[in-house]
């Protein structure tokens, strides 16, 4: 898990302090340079076709992916471990109705669901981590359902029971506790997933708006010139590809060893 690790830390370093070291910011125009090559007139980059620095946009549109990206997971994080843990442990027809629910959203399509939202409330950042946010719940809400169904058997929570502890003493003290481990897990999985939907969904137009940019802002730019000047896509294509990559694989690996630690 390190070396994936060691590389997403690089990047999230690079996106937080780079900004700051560089003479140019993400929206500047350099008038005299516009959609100039590597290393010319001061920009490592180059510029595009607006003469802002490809350096500065590539490191602040990093920077925007993993935020919303992560404010996106914490979203799906809290409602679908609160979700999950109320069906579980409450059960019988609660749990029916809220999986049922589940089951409905899930049939939604995702695309419908951030077109109306944009639509209706208009285009910001914003909304476009609350309507990942407002998918990517589901699958979390399932797994920790499941997990607090089984825990609900377990002989510690049916001592804490038959002690007279209440329902919701019970729930935070014990079941949330035992249920953190896989919770963050899948998190670690979501992370990627939504990185890769924000940049899909800024690639389209729908994601984040000028004068901010992002990721798969500067994919969609950089396939237009992609006949003229190919690192314009392949730069911040390969941030995209190791993002993605490397928190995947550290996820799957850190599920892997929950479920080791568990046999």
Known sequence: ????????????????????????????IDWDSVRVGLFADGHILGTDDLGRDRLARLLVGTRVTL?????????????????????????????????????????????????LLMVVFGRSIFLVFLGIGFVEWLTMARVVRGQVIALKARPFILAAEAAGSPARATLLRHILPNVAGVAIAYLMLTVPHVVMIESFLSFLGLGVQEPLTSLGILVNEGAEEMDMNPAALLLPGGVLIALIACLTIAGERFRDRLADAAR
């Not at 690089?10 to 003479?23: E, F, K, R």
């Not at 609160?82 to 695309?111: K, Q, S």
């Open 67 to 115: 935020s919303v990206a992560l404010a996106a997971a914490l979203v799906a994080l809290v409602i679908g471990v609160a979700w999950g843990a109320i069906a579980g442990w409450v059960g019988g027809r609660t749990d029916e109705v809220m999986m049922r629910i589940v089951d409905g959203l899930y049939a939604l399509p995702f695309m419908f669901v951030v077109i």
């Open 1 to 28: 898990m390190k070396p994936t690790l060691i590389i997403v830390a690089l990047i999230v370093v690079a996106a937080l302090i780079g900004p700051a070291l560089l003479p140019y910011d993400h929206a500047s």
